[in-house]
């Protein structure tokens, strides 16, 4: 029977074949744990999942949130769940002991939530924006402020959110209308409006903490004009009770294609002219702050990805070992017995394309936590910096890596139950319309696509690119030990030097002031630099696999030769192919920039 919430072998070869979690302990913040520790949180992880989150996980959807009397009203289930999560501790897990934390590390905590995104990607939100919102605060909030808006946040009655798009502006934040204005007891009235804002009314919580994008009077234009505010739904008193409503008025719910079950809500501030809100660290200095919580949302929102991608592929996989269908093209006797579809050689492809995306994404997702705790706990702070280089530089990627092939993950997975596919019967539509969102969510494929090209590998003269082809070309030096590993190795080498073929001379453009010719197919470059990542990690998890098969119990062979397939296939099929994209790049093809808004 396959397991379809994750894949439990597969995680336990990520985190201790392939990541080295169990070295995390060795590190002072986190020496009071060990393997027996990190196995019983993912233990207690899947039986909440289980138990609480993938029982109402169709129910949400077909029972989306309901707009009554200026409130969102959500189905029973949710509580139950959110509260289960929360007693668990999953809310805190990477805080301190002291704040009443796990003081897990960050890898940890990661697959540990994966398991609630997999079961039940709308329900898991609630608590995905209320970490970030928090540790928002943490970061830059003053004392006052942690202690009214924090430090409920961290006992859970207390939920957060960040409310930045609004009506006109849309990913454009530089054109935000919403205004602050001071008051005399030093709090601020703001007022605007704002759209599109996860979990910003439910019933889950004592209170809703939004953290809002707005511009002071005195703002200048652009994007250093933003400053960022705390606005409760309702207002806090000296003591620490919840007080009167805030002027903060639900306008009404979005209708999605998927993630039903998430409120998506349209916020009014300042109606009455009475909105109070707090002002979070410097004026103006908004939308720095802010990056800390959008660049957590988007990699939380690339696993959710890859998590929707990795249950679509699960459910295919036993329905295509359980499904029988036709004969093998050399099966010529019509009074045969049918075999199951997985001996079909073209539902072969599809699984394995599958296995690739969202294995590959999982990974890739694992090693950003992962690289989170070194930011936090290497030991100098030269080691923590240039980790935060490198996950800066793979952020872009970790979000729409996954957002873009996940998705065409679930796609397969349709595909493979056939008519079954498209019907509400079975999951795996669901998986698709849930996971159609995140392209979009937290900045499209396009924004960061130039990001990445227009910002990151450029960033500090590159540095965090040099690091990540020193890490590639470390790889593929352990793979060439491996002769097995040749062909794999090879086509990400040639990949990798054509990138950076490429980057080099986009980079150019850019300096001679060429900006617009040279980000003009950013997406394409994004594509193929996230295979490039991908592949890396791919043949990593085949070297991994190489030394398991040699070391490893027998019983863990089919484990090991799976892994080693997938790996063929990404490396021998996905990976060669982006070389045409890159072509593009490098003839600086103008055919979308060219294009005329009435040639359409």
Same mark, same amino acid.
Not at 346 to 363: N, P
Not at 557 to 585: M, N
């Given at each position: 029977?396959?397991?379809?919430?994750?894949?439990?072998?597969?995680?336990?070869?990520?985190? %201790?074949?392939?990541?080295?979690?169990?070295?995390?302990?060795?590190?002072?913040?986190?020496a009071d744990h060990n393997r027996e520790t990190f196995d019983a949180a993912i233990g207690t992880a899947r039986t909440i999942a289980d138990k609480y989150f993938a029982p109402h996980n169709r129910k949400s959807d077909e029972n989306e949130p309901k707009y009554v009397d200026g409130a969102a009203e959500l189905i029973p289930e949710i509580k139950p769940a959110v509260d289960a999560f929360l007693e668990a501790g999953f809310l805190n897990a990477?805080?301190?002991?002291?704040?009443?934390?796990?003081?897990?590390?960050?890898?940890?905590?990661? @697959?540990?939530?994966?398991? /609630?995104? &997999?079961?039940?990607? @709308?329900?898991? &939100? %609630?608590?995905?924006?209320?970490?970030?919102?928090?540790?928002?605060?943490?970061?830059?909030?003053?004392?006052?402020?942690?202690?009214?808006?924090?430090?409920?946040?961290?006992?859970?009655?207390?939920?957060?959110?960040?409310?930045?798009?609004?009506?006109?502006?849309?990913?454009?934040?530089?054109d935000i209308r919403t205004k602050a204005e001071p008051a005399e007891d030093g709090s601020y009235r703001l007022k605007g409006n704002k759209v599109y804002i996860s979990g910003g009314d439910h019933p889950l919580s004592d209170n809703i903490v939004h953290m809002v994008l707005a511009k002071l009077p005195d703002a200048p234009p652009g994007v250093k004009g933003i400053s960022l505010f705390i606005v409760p739904k309702f207002l806090v008193n000296d003591d620490g009770s919840v007080g009167a409503r805030n002027d903060v008025a639900l306008a009404g719910l979005f209708h999605k294609m998927g993630w039903r079950g998430t409120t998506s809500t349209a916020l009014n501030f300042g109606e009455k002219g009475e909105c109070v809100g707090y002002l979070v660290g410097k004026p103006h200095q908004g939308l720095s702050y802010m990056f800390q919580m959008m660049n957590e949302a988007r990699i939380g929102v690339g696993m959710g990805a890859t998590m929707l991608g990795y249950a679509g592929y699960l459910y295919s996989l036993e329905y295509a070992r359980d499904r029988p269908q036709g004969r093998l093209p050399d099966g010529k006797d019509p009074s045969s017995a049918q075999v199951a579809i997985v001996e079909h050689t073209d539902i072969k492809r599809l699984l394995l394309t599958q296995k690739a995306y969202v294995e590959g994404a999982f990974d890739l997702g694992l090693y950003a936590a992962r690289l989170f705790d070194d930011t936090e706990t290497l030991e100098t702070e030269e080691q923590r910096r240039t980790a935060l280089e490198l996950l800066d530089l793979l952020t872009p990627i970790v979000k729409s890596w996954p957002s873009e092939f996940c998705l065409k993950a679930n796609?397969?997975?349709?595909?493979?139950l056939g008519g079954a596919g498209y019907t509400r019967e079975y999951p795996v539509e669901q998986y698709y319309r849930d996971n159609r969102l995140n392209p979009i969510h937290e900045g499209t494929h396009g924004i960061q696509s130039l990001d990445l090209l227009g910002r990151k590998v450029a960033m500090n003269n590159g540095a965090a690119l040099?690091?990540?082809? &020193?890490?590639?070309?470390?790889?593929?030096?352990?793979? &060439?030990? %491996?002769?097995?590993?040749?062909?794999?190795? !090879?086509?990400?080498?040639?990949?990798?030097?054509?990138?950076?073929k490429?980057?080099?001379?986009?980079?150019?453009?850019?300096?001679?002031?060429?900006?617009?010719?040279?980000? @003009?197919?950013?997406?394409? %470059?994004?594509?193929?630099?996230?295979?490039?990542?991908?592949?890396?990690?791919?043949?990593?998890?085949?070297?991994?696999?190489?030394?398991?098969?040699?070391?490893?119990?027998?019983?863990?062979?089919? /484990?090991?030769?799976?892994?080693?397939?997938?790996?063929? /296939? /990404?490396?021998?099929?996905?990976?060669?192919?982006?070389?045409?994209?890159?072509?593009?790049? !490098?003839?600086?093809?103008?055919?979308?920039?060219?294009?005329?808004?009435?040639?359409?």
């Amino acid at each position: 029977m396959t397991d379809t919430l994750l894949d439990s072998r597969n995680l336990a070869f990520e985190l %201790y074949e392939v990541l080295d979690a169990e070295g995390l302990t060795q590190r002072p913040r986190f020496a009071d744990h060990n393997r027996e520790t990190f196995d019983a949180a993912i233990g207690t992880a899947r039986t909440i999942a289980d138990k609480y989150f993938a029982p109402h996980n169709r129910k949400s959807d077909e029972n989306e949130p309901k707009y009554v009397d200026g409130a969102a009203e959500l189905i029973p289930e949710i509580k139950p769940a959110v509260d289960a999560f929360l007693e668990a501790g999953f809310l805190n897990a990477t805080r301190t002991f002291e704040q009443g934390g796990m003081q897990m590390p960050n890898l940890l905590s990661q @697959a540990c939530f994966a398991h /609630f995104q &997999s079961a039940n990607a @709308a329900t898991s &939100s %609630y608590a995905m924006l209320t970490m970030g919102a928090a540790n928002l605060i943490e970061a830059f909030g003053n004392d006052e402020q942690k202690q009214r808006f924090l430090q409920p946040m961290i006992e859970g009655r207390f939920f957060g959110t960040m409310a930045l798009t609004e009506p006109h502006a849309g990913s454009s934040l530089s054109d935000i209308r919403t205004k602050a204005e001071p008051a005399e007891d030093g709090s601020y009235r703001l007022k605007g409006n704002k759209v599109y804002i996860s979990g910003g009314d439910h019933p889950l919580s004592d209170n809703i903490v939004h953290m809002v994008l707005a511009k002071l009077p005195d703002a200048p234009p652009g994007v250093k004009g933003i400053s960022l505010f705390i606005v409760p739904k309702f207002l806090v008193n000296d003591d620490g009770s919840v007080g009167a409503r805030n002027d903060v008025a639900l306008a009404g719910l979005f209708h999605k294609m998927g993630w039903r079950g998430t409120t998506s809500t349209a916020l009014n501030f300042g109606e009455k002219g009475e909105c109070v809100g707090y002002l979070v660290g410097k004026p103006h200095q908004g939308l720095s702050y802010m990056f800390q919580m959008m660049n957590e949302a988007r990699i939380g929102v690339g696993m959710g990805a890859t998590m929707l991608g990795y249950a679509g592929y699960l459910y295919s996989l036993e329905y295509a070992r359980d499904r029988p269908q036709g004969r093998l093209p050399d099966g010529k006797d019509p009074s045969s017995a049918q075999v199951a579809i997985v001996e079909h050689t073209d539902i072969k492809r599809l699984l394995l394309t599958q296995k690739a995306y969202v294995e590959g994404a999982f990974d890739l997702g694992l090693y950003a936590a992962r690289l989170f705790d070194d930011t936090e706990t290497l030991e100098t702070e030269e080691q923590r910096r240039t980790a935060l280089e490198l996950l800066d530089l793979l952020t872009p990627i970790v979000k729409s890596w996954p957002s873009e092939f996940c998705l065409k993950a679930n796609e397969h997975a349709i595909q493979i139950l056939g008519g079954a596919g498209y019907t509400r019967e079975y999951p795996v539509e669901q998986y698709y319309r849930d996971n159609r969102l995140n392209p979009i969510h937290e900045g499209t494929h396009g924004i960061q696509s130039l990001d990445l090209l227009g910002r990151k590998v450029a960033m500090n003269n590159g540095a965090a690119l040099k690091q990540l082809s &020193s890490l590639i070309q470390a790889t593929c030096a352990r793979a &060439s030990e %491996y002769d097995s590993l040749n062909a794999l190795r !090879e086509p990400l080498e040639k990949l990798h030097a054509h990138i950076g073929k490429v980057t080099m001379a986009l980079l150019g453009d850019m300096g001679q002031g060429k900006i617009n010719q040279a980000l @003009a197919n950013s997406a394409l %470059y994004l594509n193929t630099f996230g295979h490039m990542v991908i592949g890396w990690r791919w043949l990593e998890q085949a070297v991994c696999a190489e030394r398991g098969l040699a070391n490893g119990k027998a019983s863990d062979a089919d /484990f090991y030769r799976g892994k080693l397939q997938a790996a063929r /296939f /990404f490396l021998t099929w996905e990976v060669p192919a982006c070389h045409h994209a890159l072509s593009i790049l !490098e003839n600086r093809d103008d055919t979308c920039l060219e294009m005329q808004n009435d040639w359409f």
